[in-house]
């Protein structure tokens, strides 16, 4: 009990000593500071050990009167009720500290983060975050929080193919490392040149991002390595993303195709950095990057690409055995070579393929999307853009071949 009354005494102190700071000076102070906050937290320990959770609930209350009224007295200018709140919720956190000294500690310290990044947060959410990134975070908090769990979790469809709420984690998946890879973009800018952008780019589309590159070095020859080097290394995004979808969809088959992943993570990086190397010395141009964190047009239409794969594979697989499965993953790959892995992967997961069976159909679809990568350098950045680039994308996919080829020759 000690020991909890001690956790009760920190939380008091933590969240009163950044109120201190916070507090003011004279008539306008505002009127709870470190022995307050340290007071009403161990109020609140103090009323659990006498009266358990009832009188902590009635302490709880009074606290709140207390505060209503100290309020209304003394904030006729400042609307703000950030003290109020933490006061009250100080409260509450000393009687947590009983029975939960570790929880209550954690939020305690949680707490005091926030109020202490007051200013970076108040000046993150009015001068930096736009408009549209704030339609971007509720689209994906209603996508997780409000239609994830409504989302039926069983077999459905033609051939029982489709789990819609698989489909739809992998979705929510998709907008998170697009999101992510908008972020280090949105942080890192054109600072360090474009190696950094376009491997943060690639989590978005490694395939735009090449064109996108190619379209930057006809405005500015200048910027050919630096162009190459993104344009490559977004392809190491591409194999990450194809990790991540694959451990969400089948952990087996991401075992049975680590050794491939791998090599052509190493090649991509490898010839990459011949580039950034040149790159680096470069000063690349400065450019603010604001817009959509994730397109949901985008990422609803990897759902209805992914739901027709799943389909195709699954009656190909029906009619045709193994070979259908890889005509199938071969023609997806060449509009998104993610959504033909995961409807592989899914046949694993659900026992209709067997995990050695699905690296020829992954690698084959992996393929196909390199030809698109090839097709966009070949005819967005002209030749010396292509013939810097289009190496280093055959580069990376003979890798992945020969990681498979390792596997079946050495086990």
Known sequence: MILNLAVALGIGLLVGVERERRKGEGPSRSFAGIRTFTVASLTGATSFIVGGAALLATATGSVAILTAAAYWLGHEDDPGLTTEVALILTVILGGLSMPQPALAGGLAVTVAILLAARS????????????????????????????????????????GALNPQSIWILVILIMAVSAAGYIAIRTVGARFGLPIAGLASGFISSTATIGAMGARVVRAKAVLAAAVAGAVLSTVATIVQMALVLAATSLTTLRNLSIPLVCAGVAAVAYGAIFTVLALRQKAEDQQQAGRAFSLTTALAFALTLASILIASAALREWFGETGVILATALAGFVDTHAAAISVASLVATGKLHAAEASVPILTGLSTNTISKILFAATSGGRAFALRVIPGLIIVALAAWAGALHILVWG
């Open 120 to 159: 970076p947060l108040h000046r993150f959410v009015r001068s930096v975050l736009t408009d549209d990134e704030l339609k971007d975070a509720l689209i994906f908090a209603g996508a997780t929080l409000v239609v994830l769990p409504l989302v039926p979790d069983r077999p459905m469809g033609p051939y």
